[in-house]
């Protein structure tokens, strides 16, 4: 099943790339434009998409369940962080990522914050003032 | 003898205090994510890349290389200790290094991977010390045609000898070329792909697609499995619980010359890199083993070979790297972006334009080596320790340097949003039995092949027989073929077993 899906998936992306290849001016042989390596690369996506697809359709197989609440809560964690760094800076981003990462698991909401204070001692101590990396710990930037 | 004249020379620019201190650091910070699961080399290399703007060019790669080979070393101890791989390639060093540890033999698999790893590093060294030199000298006759055959048998090496169906690993390939076609066409500056983004110029960057295809749901995965990991008090591993027995010795040093020898010539191969390595150095020992049924419960060669195979293929993986400019996985890709911040183009001529950097380099590799045996035996109760830390406190902090690391390569937050964005896409990948490294690796070498085919048409006036007719490019192309063959081959093999076990379990 893993692999119809995954088949179907590269089949679909790969006509999707080559599609929107040809946009591109493709050249000759001899003085290949843009849109001639991506062309080639996109048709040879479907091509392998096709061979991963049919063999698996004789064969049984089970659909893989994703584990949602880590999932999400992970994914939501890192876009937070992106959201929020250069709008209020590095000390909110630290506080906001592990917050919603505690989501993925139950976490004791006094482990949760104490975490959250080292990890932004830690970030602003070692790399804002140790690395030099310019984000700064907290600022006022919403546009 | 003009090789230890080089040596000499790199010694003496290794034993600068500056240098040594920061092969110091770059060891211990190697081993010590290593340790951890779920940071990696990648990371950490990546949040320290900007550090290296300050420093001198020898002294930043010292440290970088350091990161690298040294999480080798400590990637096996969360394998043995808790069935946790602390670094992709020490996936291996489960199969057979947990049964140990459940037979109380726990502080033996920690000591032999050590030694183990020390001797694959060493040959490794060896091989790197005497074969550089020699290659970046054939490279200088290699033209657009010859590196495009080369990088395309990296490729196919790469999926073929991955885990799991080559179609699929293929497919990964393709698809991580289909990414590095994103950004400005270098040769016409036409935008493909970039949808008016104007980060996308640029293309993805590296980092947040390794960190999101790999940590991010590495992070997933391993919350899934950290709940059933047993949480049984872990014995104390003393020094004395450390000595192998005479059987151990035995059984191991062949294995680990073995896997030595299977790792130096995979980490040369542009591509292949460490997991890889590992994994073929233990069904190598599976192979020819006189009672294979002994792996998995516990067979010592189970883990000194893939861990010989690993350390030796981490210090081969340099000799693409630094004598052709090619790079064979992710992080060697970084090392050659730090390169080139510092103003040092990698490729044929490192080798004489830049000898003091070029042997310093590798001679803070014996150096780096001897540290690290130090680190990991006397020091080992101390690494054991840090493995007591809850998942749960552990995996909020490797996101956040994740973040940090990948936000601080160019400062800028869209990036942090691309690594969610595959950090989706990898966990779906993981889902469906996808590899990731192909795919990366594709990325890696996407543009550069692109490069060199369009170079390669140029010089021919379209003439595509170019690819055979070059020697060099034509040797590889044998290769590339014969390994297609052979992967399609064993694929239909496999095929058939699994068919005729089916029919026989009806």
């Known amino acids: 099943m893993a692999d119809i899906i995954g088949g179907v998936a590269l089949i679909g992306g790969g006509a999707w790339f080559v599609l929107h290849s040809t946009g591109y001016n493709m050249g000759t042989l001899r003085r290949m434009g843009p849109g001639y390596f991506p062309v080639i690369i996109g048709s040879l996506v479907c091509l392998f998409g096709i061979l991963v697809m049919v063999p698996a359709m004789f064969r049984q197989g089970t659909l893989p369940v994703p584990d949602w609440r880590p999932f999400v809560a992970i994914c939501l964690s890192v876009l937070v962080f992106a959201l929020v760094v250069e709008r209020l800076g590095l000390v909110p981003a630290t506080v906001c990522l592990t917050f919603v990462a505690a989501l993925a698991e139950r976490v004791k909401p006094l482990q949760v914050v104490l975490l959250a204070a080292g990890l932004c001692v830690i970030g602003v101590v070692v790399f804002s003032k140790g690395l030099g990396i310019p984000i700064p710990a907290f600022r006022w930037n919403f546009f | ?506």
């Not at chain 2, 550089?132 to 990088?151: E, I, Q, R, T």
């Not at chain 2, 073929?160 to 293929?170: E, F, T």
């Not at chain 2, 005479?246 to 020898?261: E, N, T, Y």
């Open chain 2, 1 to 506: 003898m003009e090789m230890f004249a080089n040596l000499a020379l790199g010694f003496q620019e290794a034993f600068a205090y500056q240098n040594l201190l920061y092969c110091f650091i770059g060891v211990f910070l190697g081993t010590f994510i290593g340790v951890l699961p779920g940071i990696g080399p990648l990371a950490t290399i990546s949040m320290l890349l900007p550090l290296t703007f300050h420093v001198p060019p020898t002294a930043a790669l010292v440290m970088l290389a350091g990161i690298y080979y040294g999480a080798q070393y400590g990637g096996s101890t969360a394998s043995i200790l808790m069935n946790l791989p602390g670094t992709p390639a020490a996936a291996v060093v489960c199969l057979d290094g947990y049964p140990m540890a459940k037979k109380g033999r726990a502080g033996v698999a920690l000591f032999m991977t050590t030694i183990a790893s020390f001797v694959g590093s060493t040959i490794g060294i060896i091989v790197l010390t005497a074969f550089s030199p020699a290659l970046a000298g054939v490279a200088l006759a290699f033209g657009p045609a010859d590196y495009f055959s080369m990088m395309l048998l990296g490729l196919v090496a790469a999926a073929a000898l991955a885990q799991g169906s080559p179609a699929k690993g293929i497919a990964m390939v393709l698809v991580g070329l289909a990414l590095g076609v994103v950004g400005t066409d270098v040769q016409t500056g036409a935008q493909r792909f970039t949808f008016g983004i104007p980060q996308l110029a640029d293309g993805f960057n590296l980092v947040a697609l390794a960190m999101g295809l790999f940590g991010v749901s590495e992070v997933i995965t391993s919350i899934q499995r950290m709940r059933t990991v047993n949480k049984q008090k872990q014995e104390k591993i003393t020094l004395r619980s450390m000595v192998p027995n005479k059987d151990d010795v035995r059984q191991s040093w062949p294995a680990m010359l073995r896997g030595s020898g299977v790792g130096s010539f995979f980490g040369t191969l542009p591509g292949a890199g460490t997991t890889i390595a590992a994994f073929i150095a233990y069904a190598v020992e599976k192979r020819i083993a006189r009672k294979p049924e002994r792996f998995g419960h516990g067979a010592v060669e189970g883990i000194s070979a893939p861990e010989a195979a690993s350390n030796a293929s981490a210090q081969t993986a340099f000799i693409p790297t630094l004598t052709l400019g090619i790079p064979g996985d992710a992080v060697m890709a970084l090392m050659l972006g730090a390169m080139i911040i510092q103003g040092i183009q990698p490729g044929p001529s490192l080798v004489t334009e830049h000898p003091q950097l070029f042997w310093g380099l590798i001679a803070s590799f014996w150096i780096g080596n001897v540290l690290l045996v130090i680190l990991n035996i006397p020091l080992i109760g101390m690494w054991v320790r840090m493995l007591r830390i809850p998942y749960s406190i552990l995996y909020p902090s490797i996101l956040l340097f994740i973040c940090i690391g990948v936000f601080s390569v160019n400062n800028s937050a869209f990036d942090v949003l691309l690594v969610m964005g595959f950090g989706v896409f990898g966990y779906a990948m993981t889902l469906l039995k996808f590899e990731p490294a192909p795919l990366v690796l594709g990325f890696i070498l996407g543009p550069l092949m692109e490069e060199h085919l369009r170079r390669a048409m140029l010089l021919s006036r379209g003439d595509a027989m170019i690819f055979l007719q070059r020697p060099i490019s034509a040797g590889f192309l044998t290769v590339t073929t014969l390994l297609l063959a052979w992967s399609l081959f064993s694929a239909i093999r496999m095929q058939r077993k699994a068919r005729r076990e089916l029919a026989a379990a009806e």
